[in-house]
């Protein structure tokens, strides 16, 4: 069942009493589902239970005859005290509890005061989790730095090989052509230099396109996958 049903059932079973104290019934059960909000309209004919229910309360109230009251929160007001529904529990526990009326329970349910009850506790839950989140943060900060710094030492260290290993390439060059002179000079220092040369032209050459390779092979996966790993909380914050 819902609101429209709800309410034209009410108004027939209504019919029997004066027309002033339906209207103002109606008008009044009309403003509690207005108040509710579309949201919590299955929520009120939950809480007030059939409409025969709602009726027979009523007319309780009324007693049969024109009795000046109102409609209030706590059920119709004659001018001294508001009528209670007298219902009984059968043997198996079903029905209503005794001396309270469901019908006029408002719920609870206001987003805007829900949100400024939410804003009120996280300001003053502040000095508990502004702190957490700033260690957090920090811890973050900190890890990225140092895999960044990580990252960059790998990158550094083909670098420092290519230019050591062409420095070294220069240097044995070098001593192989002053060995290639000294050759006729001093035989024995020449071998020794032209030794020394190929020694140092040979691992300058093995650490220079160990290095290059490292370059060109290694450092873009490597950075790629930082860059990656950097943007993964905020790519799955954008999909969610």
């Known amino acids: 069942m819902n609101r429209v049903e709800f309410m034209s059932r009410l108004e027939e079973l209504l019919a029997e009493i004066p027309v002033s104290e339906r209207e103002e019934a109606i008008a009044y059960y009309t403003d509690y589902f207005n108040d509710a909000g579309v949201e919590n309209e299955q929520e009120v004919i939950d809480s007030l239970g059939t409409p025969e229910r709602v009726a027979d309360t009523i007319k309780a109230g009324l007693g049969g005859k024109v009795i000046e009251g109102e409609f209030t929160e706590t059920g119709y007001r ?98 192989f052509i002053v060995g290639i002179i000294k050759l006729f000079v001093a035989p024995a220092a020449a071998v020794g230099l032209l030794g020394v040369g190929l020694l140092l032209s040979g691992g300058g050459m093995l650490a220079t396109v160990l290095g290059l390779w490292i370059i060109v092979k290694l450092i873009p996966p490597m950075i790629r996958g930082f860059v990656n790993l950097c943007r993964k909380p905020f790519s799955r914050k954008r999909g969610k």
């Open 78 to 175: 004659n001018g001294q005290e508001p009528v209670k529904e007298e219902v009984t529990v059968s043997e198996n526990g079903t029905g209503n509890e005794n001396s309270k009326d469901y019908s006029k329970q408002r719920p609870n349910e206001n987003p805007i005061l829900k949100v400024i009850l939410y804003v009120l506790i996280a300001v003053l839950l502040s000095p508990i989790w502004m702190p957490i989140i700033g260690t957090v943060f920090g811890i973050l900060v900190a890890l990225i730095a140092i895999l960044a710094t990580a990252v960059l030492c790998v990158a550094l260290i083909p670098v420092i090989a290519v230019v050591v290993g062409t420095a070294l390439v220069i240097a044995g060059v070098f001593t």
